[in-house]
């Protein structure tokens, strides 16, 4: 992810207003809250009640291109290794053999050049042909401009590639100011791709002037780059465009693409990570090799119709083609929601998503998510209840599962659409309408979904839950993910999220997953085609003292037609021997 998101979420979290909660710093636990005994332990992270058991992250402080090589998994992310907050900022490095347990490597590069003295931000890798694995990434260097450079591994027999050299022609490329780029906006190169003419090309995130672009540039033998003449996409009002991702999806099968192939049957996907509004929004289009230029199938981003894989705590994804498995993988950052104080105190911040297949949807319009499979091997002491008719107002408690670290899957039927409440047509935004009518707000059909990581008197929830709507001659599906209860005495940003999710309830039923590891809730409904990822730090609902249930605040019955739910294993990531 770039720096600018970075710094800007952290001036949020200094901004933010913590209540209620007096720290008190004392021989074993470094924060503890008053009438209530959590301990965070800075010097023992593992023993936190918010550290994380199956989601990757460093064993400490705070948390850029992944790629598969010889059949091992290669997660290299930024990382501060002097502290828990944006700062010095190095490539770290671990790798996988099943995209879930990971081994720390020693880091791959530091910022000690003059082209990256002062950072060492986000890239992306590409496999040339024959196998070499390569990255691009920016760094800022002692005039604090933002540049390319390029780094490779020093021994290509070494599946762990644990050595890497900088390139001696660095910087590779520099903002052309002629051309009157901003050299503080120039950041993020992508993986690159290579076209007919056996020319590379690249995008690099820029703005000017609040005109969002990914400027292109090509190479013959991937040193030297020459700047074309126009960007790949540009668009006005959009802002700085961070984190940019740019590859084909096919159109008839389910298997990924890799980045390099050119030719019919695939659209086109231009992900940016934008950061004024530090939000993920893609368009899909066609891209016209012979002129290098990307058209978006309907309207620009500059209308707002942009659409984002995860509609939570979702930033600076990059995906990779996983020629092992015939798969494009999709990781993100989900960073804290809580004061960076609390954070410091900890003594760690941030942690990646699970990583998650990606592929087009069968209708086009959209792409779809669905965690890796691997995933799966983490699943343990399966409960299955059986079809239940959920009456308005009741609860059904998932009993058997640690809820705090636990896969549940759970599917519903709607016996009857008649009493669906009507759309109001100024209701265009599915993030307001949630915030709006939360999970205690009594509707038609719905609210009914999920109480996750709940107290037992049901105090504290997340609720992640469906209403449907009726709209004219159509029905219209919203998904919500409401933390206004997710704690009863922590103050962090509880910022209830929405997605509309494209499906007919008539013809199809809806669906939901929800991820959850202590402090997270990553949740898919529709089968992968809305997401919404949550970060909450629950003061009752911790541990043994979190609970499940389904839901149903509704005046019409719901019949839960699955209900399958799992306990997690822990995950081996990144443990300190």
Not at 205 to 219: I, V
Request: proline residues 5%.
């Amino acid at each position: 992810m770039g720096m600018g998101y970075s710094l800007s979420w952290l001036i949020i979290c200094l901004l933010s207003i913590i209540g209620n909660i007096v720290f008190e710093i004392e021989a074993n636990c470094d924060i503890i809250y008053k009438d209530h005994s959590i301990c965070l332990p800075k010097d023992q992270p593992s023993k936190q009640p918010y550290r994380t058991a199956y989601h990757f992250q460093p064993p400490k402080n705070w948390m850029n291109g992944p790629m598969i090589y010889k059949g091992i998994y290669h997660l290299f992310y930024q990382y501060n290794p002097k502290g828990a907050l944006w700062g010095y900022l190095v490539w770290a490095h671990s790798t996988s053999k099943d995209l879930v347990n990971w081994t720390p490597h020693p880091i791959a590069f530091y910022p000690d050049q003059e082209y990256d003295i002062n950072g060492c931000w986000s890239g992306s890798t590409t496999i040339l042909p024959g196998g070499k694995p390569v990255i691009l990434y920016t760094g800022i260097n002692s005039q604090n401009k933002e540049v390319q450079n390029l780094a490779y591994p020093k021994n290509l027999s070494d599946p762990y590639l644990i050595e890497w050299t900088k390139s001696p022609y660095n910087p590779l490329l520099a903002p052309n100011l002629e051309n009157m780029i901003n050299a503080r906006s120039f950041r993020d190169p992508s993986t690159s791709w290579l076209g007919n003419d056996g020319e590379w090309r690249v995008i690099i995130g820029n703005e000017r002037e609040q005109q969002g672009k990914a400027l292109l540039y090509r190479s013959k033998d991937f040193v030297h780059w020459t700047e074309a003449k126009h960007p790949l996409h540009s668009s006005s009002g959009s802002g700085m465009w961070e984190c940019l991702d740019f590859y084909p999806v096919s159109i008839s099968t389910l298997d990924g693409v890799d980045t390099s192939v050119v030719e019919s049957g695939v659209k086109y996907v231009l992900k940016v990570s934008l950061f004024d509004v530090a939000k993920d929004s893609y368009v899909l289009g066609r891209y016209i090799v012979e002129k290098d230029v990307f058209i978006p199938e309907n309207e620009s981003l500059e209308t707002g119709s942009w659409l984002r894989y995860d509609y939570g705590k979702f930033y600076g994804s990059k995906t990779f083609f996983d020629s092992s498995t015939k798969r494009r993988i999709l990781w993100a950052w989900i960073n804290e929601s809580t004061d960076a104080t609390i954070d410091v105190k900890k003594g760690w911040s941030g942690i990646q998503a699970i990583p998650r297949t990606i592929w087009l949807d069968e209708s086009g319009k959209q792409l779809v998510q669905w965690p890796v499979t691997e995933i799966e091997k983490l699943r343990t002491k399966q409960v299955i209840h059986p079809s239940t008719m959920l009456k308005g107002e009741l609860t059904l408690e998932i009993s058997g599962v640690t809820a705090s670290q636990a896969d549940v899957e759970i599917s519903f039927e709607i016996p009857t659409l008649e009493n669906a409440e009507e759309m109001n047509p100024n209701w265009t935004d599915a993030q307001t309408i949630c915030s709006q009518k939360g999970a205690s707000i009594r509707g038609g059909l719905g609210p009914f979904g999920l109480l996750i990581l709940a107290s037992e008197d049901l105090q504290e929830y997340t609720a992640v839950f469906f209403r449907v709507f009726k709209d004219k001659n159509r029905y219209v599906v919203l998904m919500c993910s409401d933390q206004s209860r997710s704690s009863v005495l922590l103050d962090y940003d509880k910022t209830t999220y929405g997605a509309f999710v494209d499906l007919d309830p008539l013809k199809e039923k809806l669906s939901l997953r929800s991820l959850i590891d202590h402090s997270v809730v990553e949740s898919f409904g529709g089968e992968g085609k809305a997401c919404i990822t949550a970060r909450v730090y629950p003061t009752l609902a911790i541990d043994e003292g979190a609970h499940l249930y389904a839901f149903n605040n509704g005046t019409e019955n719901i019949n839960i037609s699955k209900l399958t739910a799992w306990s997690m294993k822990k995950a081996k990531i990144n443990e300190e021997t």
